[in-house]
């Protein structure tokens, strides 16, 4: 009886600490997401220049996912990997309109921006309510662009991410970017630590062996 009731103790703290973690999550993504877009469209309205726009509007779509994503199977418990993954997902939130880009640059980040948005809704409708923040199991996802590399999504971050920066070139935003770009290499490393614990995803990562560009990497 003793047994028994220590393992609903602690199966009682899990499902408890996973809520928590959800809870957590989803109010902070809400809230720097809301106000990551109410200062582009604050700077659009008084300048007209809709830089960020489109940034804005695709993490937008990540809120609405985020809300309706499903609870993991598998979760890591390292404090490191909620670091990683907290920093990764709203890092670039931080970055803000400014800087001057020149004309051809500004219009090669604009397309970057809508190509890596247009990607990353491709991405986020295919996982769903799969989507999610910190290293989890929700499900082995292995159609579309998953068919082509393990982390499509993270790429399409990093182009749209990347395409900001050239439309507003500031210091605090190229701080911005390298850091949430190396959190998000690190994310991936944590994530793979937890999914190949599924005999399931090991066999897809050698279906498909590439993390983000096909023959490269």
Known sequence: ????MDTDVKTNKAEFLALLGWLCTTTLLVAVT???ALAHWQHWRRTGDFKGMVFAAQELVVVVIALARRRPSAVSHRPADWVVAIIGSYAVLLLRPGGTASASAALLGTGMQI?????ACVCLFELGRSFGVV??????KSRG???LVRHPI????????????????TLWNMAV??????AQLRRIAAEEAVLTESSEYRDYAQRVPWR??????
């Open 212 to 217: 983000l560009i096909p023959g490269v990497i």
């Open 145 to 147: 662009p998953y068919a």
């Open 135 to 140: 290293a989890a199991n929700r499900g082995i």
């Open 115 to 119: 190509a890596g948005a247009i990607a």
């Open 154 to 169: 993270y790429a399409a971050y990093a182009v749209a991410t990347v395409g900001y920066l050239l439309t507003a070139p």
């Open 1 to 4: 009886m003793t047994a028994t």
């Open 177 to 182: 970017v390298a850091v949430a770009l190396g």
């Open 34 to 36: 809301a106000l990551f």
